[in-house]
């Protein structure tokens, strides 16, 4: 089993730019694909990025396509998503998800992962 930590939320300004980490424990996490989501309250958790499980192919929605970039260290144990040009309707609680039989295009196509971390709050101001 995997369990999932979500780090570097914060407020910035539009125009910077935030790294966050994905940070796993379980030794399957090198072998399962991480996307990333994000929820705005009272919304529905809406995809970002998915990166496969060895990091060669990734997906993203294009409202951050040029923007965002998904990677990941599988000896790390880490994913992560670069988030360059922010906007303030980029303005959410962002989830790292996986699940043990998903795949990048998967996530990329609606499925929704059932291992989640508990979110990282990212707020973009004008």
């Known amino acids: 089993q995997v369990t999932l930590r979500e780090f570097g939320g914060g407020l910035v300004q539009a125009g910077d730019s935030l790294r966050l980490s994905c940070a796993a424990s379980?030794?399957?996490?090198?072998?399962?694909?991480v996307g990333w989501f994000r929820q705005v309250s009272g919304n529905e958790r809406d995809f970002v990025a998915a990166?496969?499980?060895?990091?060669?192919?990734?997906y993203y929605t294009d409202s951050v396509k040029g923007r965002f970039t998904i990677s990941r260290d599988n000896a790390e144990n880490t994913a992560y998503l670069q988030m360059n040009s922010l906007k303030p309707e980029d303005t959410a609680v962002y989830y790292c998800?996986?699940?043990?039989?998903?795949?990048?295009?998967?996530?990329?196509?609606?499925?929704?992962?059932?291992?989640w971390g508990q979110g990282t709050m990212v707020t973009v101001s004008s």
């Open positions: 998800g996986t699940n043990i039989c998903t795949t990048a295009q998967r996530m990329y196509g609606g499925e929704i992962p059932n291992v």
């Open positions: 379980g030794r399957t996490f090198s072998t399962v694909a």
């Open positions: 990166i496969s499980w060895n990091g060669d192919t990734t």
